[in-house]
């Protein structure tokens, strides 16, 4: 896991996250839009796996899901992307999505090519804590980081969970599912200083941060911001076309917001 140590071993630096759908609006699309983030700043790329019931995500990532799967992209489909994007990249690399793709495609199946393709983490939401046992030891046993998710409804297991995480954290901002937030209410400092009681694993936190000011705040209480809702929609709303260009300008500017905090 070097690459994704990689991504927080500098003394004091922030991450930038940003996240999108994998084959939306198409694989090519996609392929353009991961290096764009690269060379705009990125640290590390949360790729989504479309799913059909993807019930952590709200109308925008819902939607992109719907557009990736109705236009053919399937879990093959997005490792066949991530091995494009290592023609030319090493940026580290997450997936992102449910434990029913992953279950059905395979543990050993899915893990082994995860390590071919240095991809780095997975991101499960409707993965229980306690039942990630199974899943984890495959995962690990091909050097991918099974990431832990905090949310405020965590506040019990904070520590259990932050003890045994691998990689970095997952802190989740908001109660409710990913999407645009005109504010962040959820006591965030606290749940962060709890974390830090037990681990040094660097955290990050994502739900809800769509403007610069929103990720210097976050960042500023943690590791890092993890951007998801705001990608997708300019996606949906420039398509192919302007995409690049509207997408390289915001995570630059994310990025560099990031980097003040």
Do not use: W
């Not at 799967?69 to 580290?92: E, K, N, W, Y």
Request: with cysteine; hydrophobic share 45%.
């Amino acid at each position: 896991m070097s690459e994704l140590n990689r991504v927080f071993q500098t003394p004091n630096k922030k991450a930038f996250i940003p996240f999108l759908t994998a084959g939306d609006p198409s694989a090519d699309a996609t392929v353009a839009y991961i290096l764009e983030m690269e060379r705009a700043g990125a640290d590390l790329i949360e790729i989504g796996i479309p799913f059909s019931d993807p019930i952590a995500e709200g109308p925008a990532i819902q939607e992109a899901n719907l557009r990736a799967l109705r236009a053919g992209m399937t879990t093959d489909g997005v490792f066949d992307i991530v091995r494009r994007v290592r023609q030319s990249s090493r940026i580290p690399l997450a997936f992102m999505t449910y434990a029913n793709p992953v279950f059905h495609y395979g543990y050993e199946k899915f893990f082994t090519k995860c390590q071919e393709l240095k991809v780095d983490a997975l991101i499960v939401p409707d993965l229980p804590f306690e039942e990630k046992g199974e899943m984890e030891v495959t995962a690990q046993a091909h050097g991918v980081a099974l990431i832990s998710m905090i949310a405020p409804t965590s506040e019990s297991r904070i520590r259990k969970i932050a003890t045994e995480a691998k990689g970095f954290l997952y802190v989740v901002s908001s109660m409710g599912v990913t999407g645009v937030r005109s504010e962040i209410r959820t006591d965030i400092r606290a749940m962060v200083e709890s974390i830090r009681a037990v681990t040094d694993i660097p955290c990050t936190i994502g739900f809800g941060i769509s403007t610069p000011k929103q990720a210097k705040a976050m960042a500023a209480m943690s590791d890092g911001a993890i951007v998801g809702s705001a990608i997708v929609k300019i996606i949906a709303q420039h398509g192919d076309g302007e995409a690049k260009r509207e997408i390289y300008d915001y995570v630059k500017r994310m990025k560099a917001a990031v980097m003040e905090a």
